[in-house]
């Protein structure tokens, strides 16, 4: 199962909006509504952000979203703050054979 | 508060092996479905292995199928990986991971071990 493909890098500045994408296949994201989000700041624990595509868990703030059309889904940032800058994963359930595909994961700087 | 923090990394040499526990507290833990996520240095992040609430159903990666068992002990609250025949590629930061009660995500994350493979 190869990763989901997401840019290397995005950058914004404060209070701006930044998006990620991340793309896959019809076996994967496009196959399953259940695309996923990941905060990764080095050293940390990951947290997760989104699930089933669109879902925000209780404490995430509303600035992150996600999306998807198709293969590919996608993380916006709005009204970026320093904290932002971090690491982040998509992942997407891709059947019970192999089970999670993680993306490439992006490193979203704050200039 | 969920918790989940692993233990039992180290380095080993290629063809070694080593055993990570993973103790779990704050969620009812004998009811939730359990993963091990890991990260090489530089790399991304890697599903390895999935076990559900029983220990009856588990899942791994083509990586390390046949050389990592996932197993857990409800009555400890504690989820296992023993790694045997370690090659260098399986150095990495090693997650346990509670699957959310939605399903299809991890919503728990433990800070991870290192486990280097190196001779």
């Known amino acids: 199962q190869s990763a989901l493909t997401q840019p290397r890098s995005v950058s914004g500045s404060p209070g701006q909006s930044v998006s990620i994408s991340c793309t896959g296949s019809s076996s994967d994201v496009g196959g399953y509504n259940y695309v996923s989000w990941y905060q990764h700041h080095p050293g940390k624990a990951p947290k997760l952000l989104i699930h089933?595509?669109?879902m925000r868990p209780s404490g995430v703030p509303d600035r992150f979203s996600g999306s998807k059309s198709g293969n590919t889904a996608s993380l916006t940032i709005s009204g970026l703050q320093a904290d932002d800058e971090a690491d982040y994963y998509c992942?997407?359930?891709?059947?019970?054979?192999?089970?999670?595909?993680f993306g490439t994961g992006t490193k979203v700087t704050v200039l | 508060e969920v918790q989940v923090v692993e233990s039992g990394g180290g380095l080993v040499q290629p063809g070694g092996s080593l055993s990570l526990s993973c103790a779990a507290s704050g969620f009812t833990f004998f009811s939730s479905k359990m993963h091990w996520v890991r990260q090489a240095p530089g790399k991304g992040l890697e599903w390895i292995s999935y076990?559900?609430?029983?220990?009856?159903?588990?899942t791994y990666a083509d990586s390390v199928k046949g050389r990592f068992t996932i197993s857990r002990d409800n009555t400890k609250n504690s989820l296992y990986l023993l790694m045997n025949s370690l090659r260098a590629e399986d150095t990495a930061i090693y997650h346990c991971v509670r699957e959310g009660v939605e399903n299809y995500n991890f919503d728990s994350w433990g800070q991870g071990t290192l486990v280097t493979v190196s001779s």
């Open positions: 089933d595509v669109s």
């Open positions: 076990i559900d609430s029983s220990g009856r159903a588990i």
């Open positions: 992942c997407s359930f891709a059947g019970s054979y192999h089970p999670y595909v």
